[in-house]
C-alpha cells in the first residue's frame, strides 16, 4: 500500500492491513511524506505545528510506528527515506511551493524509487489513491500519479534491475451511498463530535458504480481503532465514532473499499462485489 502521510493508512486501510497480516501476507506500507503540514488537535502539543517548532513530522514518526504494530504491520518504509518527501499542505496553499513538498516532486524520479522497493518485495496487489486523491489532497493525488507510474517502471526491461510484473493495481474506494449512511447515523448520534451536513463534510465519495471490491475485516475492528488512536495528533477516537481537526464526526467501519484499476476482470460475488484483493490469482 501507497499512503501520503501517517494516519491515512490507519483511517481508509487500517482493517484491510490487519486483515492480510494476520492471514499471513506480506504487507509493506510505504509513505510518502512526515506529514508535517498536519494540523495538531491535543493542545499540549500544539507547538509541533509547521509554523511553530516545525517538529511535527518527527513525531508523526513514531505515531506511525506504534500504528504499525497495532495493525501488525512489519515492513513500513518512508519513500526516499524518512524526511526525503515533504507533505505539500492542502490544495493551493503556499505549503504546495515548499522545495521539498512532494506535490511538486519529479514524478519519474519518485516512480523509480517506489519501482525499487516494489522490485525487491515483488507484491502481487498494489494499493494507493484514484486520480482525485480521494478528497483532492495534493499529496494524495501526487501518491496517485507515482504509483501508478510505478507499476509500469517496475515491470520496464530497460530500467536497470530485475523487472517485477505487479498484477493487480487499486485505488481506495469510499462508497457515496456509504458517506450517506455515515452522515445520517452520525446527525442521530454525533457524540462529542459535531454533526456532519452532508457527504462533501467527510470526503468527495465514490459513485457506487466504480467500487469492485469490498473488504469486510470486522474480525480486525479492534486493531484498526487502536491504531487510530495511535495517531492522536490527528484523530480523536471515541467508541464506535471518530473525527479529525475539523471535529466532523465519523463512523469508524472495518469494511473498506476499492476500485480495480489494473488487473484481470472482477468476478463479483453475490452482493455485486470481489471480495478478496488476492481474487483470481
Known amino acids: 500500500m501507497v499512503h501520503a502521510h501517517p494516519d491515512d493508512e490507519s483511517i481508509v486501510t ?13 504487507v509493506t506500507l510505504v509513505t510518502c511524506t512526515l506529514g508535517e503540514e498536519g494540523e495538531v488537535i491535543p493542545a499540549n502539543l500544539a507547538h509541533l505545528a509547521s509554523d511553530r517548532d516545525d517538529a511535527l513530522g518527527e513525531y508523526r514518526v513514531e505515531e506511525l510506528s506504534r500504528a504499525c504494530r497495532a495493525l501488525n504491520v512489519r515492513d513500513q518504509r518512508f519513500l526516499g527515506g524518512a524526511g526525503h518527501y515533504r507533505d505539500s499542505g492542502m490544495m493551493d496553499g503556499p505549503t504546495n511551493d515548499h522545495p521539498e513538498a512532494f506535490w511538486g ?9 517506489l519501482a525499487e522497493i516494489i522490485r525487491e518485495t515483488r507484491p502481487h496487489v498494489l494499493v494507493t489513491y484514484d486520480e482525485h486523491g480521494g478528497y483532492g489532497h495534493p499529496d494524495h493525488i501526487q501518491a496517485h500519479r507515482v504509483t501508478r507510474r510505478a507499476w509500469d517502471l517496475a515491470a520496464d526491461r530497460s530500467v536497470p534491475g530485475e523487472p517485477w510484473q505487479v498484477e493487480k493495481l487499486y485505488a481506495i474506494a469510499q462508497p457515496i451511498s456509504q458517506i450517506e449512511e455515515t452522515v445520517r ?28 471490491t469490498r473488504i469486510d475485516a470486522s474480525k480486525h475492528w479492534a486493531a484498526k481503532a487502536l491504531a487510530m488512536r495511535a ?22 467501519d472495518a469494511v473498506e473499499h476499492f476500485t480495480l484499476l489494473l488487473g484481470p476482470p472482477v468476478r463479483p460475488g453475490e452482493d455485486g462485489y470481489e471480495t478478496d484483493l488476492f481474487a483470481g490469482l
Request: proline share 7%; aromatic share 4%; charged share 20%.
Open 14 to 26: 487500517g482493517a484491510t492491513l490487519a486483515k492480510y497480516a494476520a492471514e499471513g501476507a506480506q
Open 231 to 252: 495517531h492522536a495528533t490527528q484523530i480523536t477516537v471515541d467508541g464506535e465514532r471518530f473525527a479529525l481537526s475539523n471535529d466532523i464526526a465519523q463512523r469508524l
Open 105 to 113: 516532486a519529479d514524478v519519474d524520479e519518485a516512480a523509480l524509487r
Open 185 to 212: 447515523s452520525m446527525k442521530a448520534s454525533p457524540g462529542p463530535f459535531t454533526a456532519p451536513g452532508s457527504v462533501s463534510d467527510i470526503a468527495r465519495g465514490t459513485p457506487d458504480p466504480q467500487v469492485t
